[in-house]
């Protein structure tokens, strides 16, 4: 019990990083335009985003460095204030779709006008923020995204021809563009910058030290391998309900409705509780980074656990960031377009992250003897070429598809 | 910069600014086959998901503001698509037909999820709506087939 209990920074990076209302729709439109072909994808993107992840909470708890830190000193000013500008921009968008995704949840479930529910949201947030610690924050949302295994119970439920679902595991190249654009969307959705961001500057806020590296490996692994299981679940629900019929779910609700069929109100009920802690630990991860990354960039005291009389620009960063994200929200654009935009814009921004986290996690005379081992370095380079190239491949295959309209 | 220079600059982003509108002005309202085709595949579309709906508030299994935001959302878009498909000159005028066909399905089924919305916790309703969608999507297909030339 006691591990589950420590893994709880792990999983509301993942659950908030993979289940976040852009990665809701776009595992759903996955499944629902190419079956289970995509499961590949989900699973790549699992894994590299566990990879880094363990990577930037190692560098965290030895050197006390979170990774925007560490982007500065390796990258120096110049680099360092474009990764700034860049995450900063997506981390807004980001936390602006996912306002406005609790927003639609709450409109669901409650039929009351969308703008209104905006404002309550962003209330929610600061109340939650002011009145839980940050370990308190981590358990509120990354527990309650567990509401939505009854995604995993659907699949079983629906019991799909499972040997076309083990096929979908198999890396497949199909030469359609749309095809392409949705394993970038895919990929990028997994490993979104302000999940590390989060992640490392939450070590610290933990207080990691060296003694904590087993328990950053279990957070890495079985945090993100529980937000995995979840994206691969909805693939498959998709695909089994969605694809035949020829749905194209671009609304939020519709991702709820293979729960609503298989285990009618209760499932209903259940799939968009879990959404709403999803999209709500999402909104609390990008806001936070965005605040972290600026702070931590201006060399400003920063942490949740200082709180706003010793960090006081930090907290009001965080407040002026939601003002923006709720402007944004309340502008009247759909929140799930904004979301498709900042995943695949994200993409562009990913060199910038990972690249600096790799070189410190590999550095002897910064890591000592916790520097990557020859796995740890193998894997980090391979997603970092995979990166680099699918970093070039975005913005064409966003034009080409008119951002997956076809 | 020199008053003359200063005055090319500024003809130069007129030009490119009346470009630029005369652009979006030619390629406001023309339809291709192809976005025609589009137009309709997207309706189908939305007939499944509506039925989809329709389906919960049949078996009661569903909650009632969920059936009614969702009715209102996809009625939204079907009348969209409608006035969409409505507005624009097509550039093969010899689909004007599918185009016709096209928006009175968009509008029954924007009708039919209007229904929907009003009574979701109208188990009978719930049947009829999710059948007539079925229906509505099966003329979107038969459009689709005929556009594509796959119509006998």
Redesign the interface.
């Given at each position: 019990m006691r591990a589950i209990l420590k893994v709880a920074l792990g999983i509301i990076a993942a659950i908030g990083g993979f289940l976040d209302i852009g990665d809701l729709v776009f595992t759903t439109q996955a499944g629902a335009l190419f079956r289970y072909d995509l499961l590949w994808a989900v699973v790549l993107g699992v894994i590299g985003i566990a990879v880094y992840a363990e990577m930037s909470g190692r560098v965290a708890a030895v050197s006390g460095r979170p990774v925007f830190d560490v982007i500065r000193m390796r990258m120096g000013f110049g680099m360092g204030l474009l990764a700034l500008v860049a995450s900063t921009f997506v981390n807004v968008l980001t936390l602006a779709a996912e306002l406005g995704g609790i927003a639609i949840v709450l409109?669901?479930?409650?039929?009351a006008p969308y703008s209104m529910f905006v404002i309550a949201a962003a209330v929610a947030l600061v109340a939650i923020v002011a009145l839980l610690p940050f370990g308190g924050i981590e358990r509120f949302f990354g527990y309650g995204g567990l509401l939505l295994f009854v995604v995993v119970a659907t699949v079983f439920h629906q019991n799909p021809d499972w040997g076309e679902v083990g096929r979908g595991f198999i890396p497949s190249l199909d030469s359609s563009t749309l095809y392409l654009y949705f394993v970038v969307g895919v990929f990028a959705a997994a490993l979104m910058p302000y999940e590390v961001h989060f992640y490392s500057s939450g070590a610290i806020e933990e207080g990691w030290t060296e003694k904590n590296l087993k328990e950053n490996r279990l957070n890495a692994i079985v945090g993100y391998g529980i937000g995995g299981i979840l994206a691969v679940a909805l693939v498959i629900v998709s695909g089994y309900?969605f694809h035949p019929?020829?749905?194209?779910?671009d609304?939020l609700?519709?991702v709820?409705?293979p729960m609503?069929?298989a285990f009618?109100?209760t499932g209903?009920?259940l799939a968009?509780g879990g959404m709403l802690f999803c999209v709500g630990g999402a909104a609390i991860d990008s806001s936070f980074a965005a605040s972290y990354n600026l702070a931590q960039f201006l060399g400003w005291e920063w942490g949740r656990y200082q709180g706003p009389r010793k960090a006081p620009r930090f907290t009001a960063s965080w407040l002026v960031f939601l003002l923006l994200g709720i402007g944004i929200a309340e502008s009247g654009i759909n929140p799930v377009d904004i979301t498709e935009y900042s995943v695949v814009l994200a993409v562009v921004a990913l060199p910038l992250t990972y690249l600096p986290v790799l070189l410190i996690a590999g550095d002897r005379s910064f890591m000592d003897q916790y520097a990557n081992g020859r796995i740890a370095a193998t894997l980090g380079w391979t997603y970092f070429a995979v990166i680099v190239v699918l970093a070039l491949a975005a913005i064409p295959l966003l034009l080409a598809t008119n951002a997956g309209g076809? | 910069m020199t008053g003359t220079g200063r005055k090319r600059v500024r003809s130069a982003t007129l030009l490119l600014l009346l470009a630029t509108l005369a652009l979006a002005w030619s390629g406001c309202g023309e339809l291709s086959n192809d976005e025609l085709n589009r137009g309709v595949e997207s309706l189908s579309a939305l007939a499944a998901q509506g039925q989809l709906v329709a389906n919960g508030v049949a078996r009661d299994a569903t909650k009632i503001t969920y059936a009614r935001a969702m009715a209102r959302t996809l009625g939204e878009q079907a009348e969209h698509e409608a006035e969409k498909l409505a507005d624009a000159s097509l550039e093969e005028p010899e689909t004007a037909d599918q185009r016709h066909a096209a928006v009175a399905v968009a509008e029954e089924i924007s009708g039919l999820l209007s229904e929907l919305q009003t009574f979701p916790g109208d188990e009978r309703h719930g049947e009829l709506v999710e059948q007539h969608l079925g229906e509505a999507g099966e003329k979107a297909d038969a459009i689709v087939a005929q556009l594509s030339g796959d119509a006998p």
């Open positions: 409109e669901l479930l409650f039929d309900l019929v020829g749905v194209e779910p609304n609700g519709t709820a409705l609503q069929g009618g109100e209903l009920l968009l076809g | -």
